[in-house]
C-alpha cells in the first residue's frame, strides 16, 4: 500500500494515524510543533480524565501512542503539496516525502498579518501561493510578507519566474542573503488591483502583487497549492472528510465545526478510516 502522509500531530493527525495504522497503512505524521495544544493548559472536558489533563501531556502521549503502533513522525515543516504520477509530494524544510494519499490536520487555518485592506485585494494583487500565481507577475515587481523558512521558501518559487521580489518582514528580523525590508506595513493600497504598500512610518512603495507567507504553511496556504475548495478561512470537506482532490483529505480545526479536542479526535477517525479505504483501493 502507499503511504499515507498526514500533516499535524494534534488531536486530529493523531487520531487519523491510529486508525490508518491499525489499519494497515504506512503512515508518515509531520509536524512542526505542538499544535493548539502547546498553547493550552488543563484540558477538563475531554473524556476520561477525572482530574483533567495537561494539554502536554495529553498532546505527548499521543504522539507515542501512535509511534508505538508504527507511525512514522517527522519534525519538520511543510511548504507546500504538489501531484506526482503517483500521487502527492510534500516539500519540507528538509526535502521531500512522496504519498498516495494526504490529511491535511494543521489546525486553525490561516495566518494573515493584520494589515488593512488585505481581504479587498485577494485575488486582486494579494496571493497565498508563489507556485499558482507566480506566472502572473512576470517582468513585475512584487514582495514576500513573511520573516521565516515559509517566506524564504515562496521567494525562492518565485524568482524562478519573476526577477524584482524582495521580502518584507513586516517588523521581523532580516532573513539573510535576501534582500528584506523590515519596516512594519500599515496597510495595502491601490484601485480595483492592489498598488502600493504603506508603511507604519507613512512611507509608500510600489508594488505590483505581495505573496502572504507569514509563520507557516497554514491549511490554507496548503490548500492554495493543489486546488482545494476553502470558504470562510476553514477547508471544504464532505461526510467523510474528504476535500475535492481525491486522495486529499482533511480533519480538525482547519474544517469547519467545533475547536475542541473531541471533535478533532472524531474527525481524525474519519479522515484516517475513508483515506485508508481510498489507499487500499488504489493497490
Ligand atoms: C489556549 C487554548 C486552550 C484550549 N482549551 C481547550 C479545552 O479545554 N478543551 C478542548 O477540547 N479544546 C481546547 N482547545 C482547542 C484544541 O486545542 C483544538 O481544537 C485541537 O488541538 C485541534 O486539533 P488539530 O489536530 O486540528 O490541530 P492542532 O492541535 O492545532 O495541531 C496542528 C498540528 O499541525 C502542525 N502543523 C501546522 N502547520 C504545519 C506545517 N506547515 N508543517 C508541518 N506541521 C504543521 C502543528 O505543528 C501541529 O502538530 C484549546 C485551544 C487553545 C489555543
Known sequence: MKELLIIGSGPAGISAALYAVRGGAPV?????????????????????????????????????????????????????????????????????????????????????????NIEKFEGAGVSYCAICDAFFYRGKKIAVVGDGAYARSEFAELKNVVSDVTILTNGGRALEGLPCNTKKIASFEGDETLKEVVYTDGTRETFDGVFIACGSAGAFELAKKVGLESANGKLTVNEKRATNVPGIFAAGDCIPGLQQIAKAVYDGMIAGTEALKYLKAQK
Do not use: M
Request: negative net charge; contains cysteine.
Open 28 to 116: 508518515t505524521i509531520v509536524a512542526k510543533d505542538g499544535g493548539a495544544l502547546a498553547k493550552a493548559d488543563l484540558i477538563q472536558n475531554y473524556y476520561g480524565f477525572e482530574y483533567g489533563v495537561s494539554a502536554k501531556d495529553l498532546f505527548e502521549t499521543g504522539v507515542k501512542q501512535a509511534e508505538h503502533l508504527g507511525a512514522k513522525i517527522v519534525r519538520t515543516e511543510i511548504f507546500g503539496i504538489e501531484f506526482t504520477e503517483e500521487g502527492f509530494r510534500a516539500k519540507t524544510a528538509d526535502g521531500a516525502i512522496d504519498a498516495g494519499a494526504v490529511i491535511i490536520a494543521c489546525g486553525t487555518a490561516r495566518n494573515v498579518p493584520p494589515v488593512r
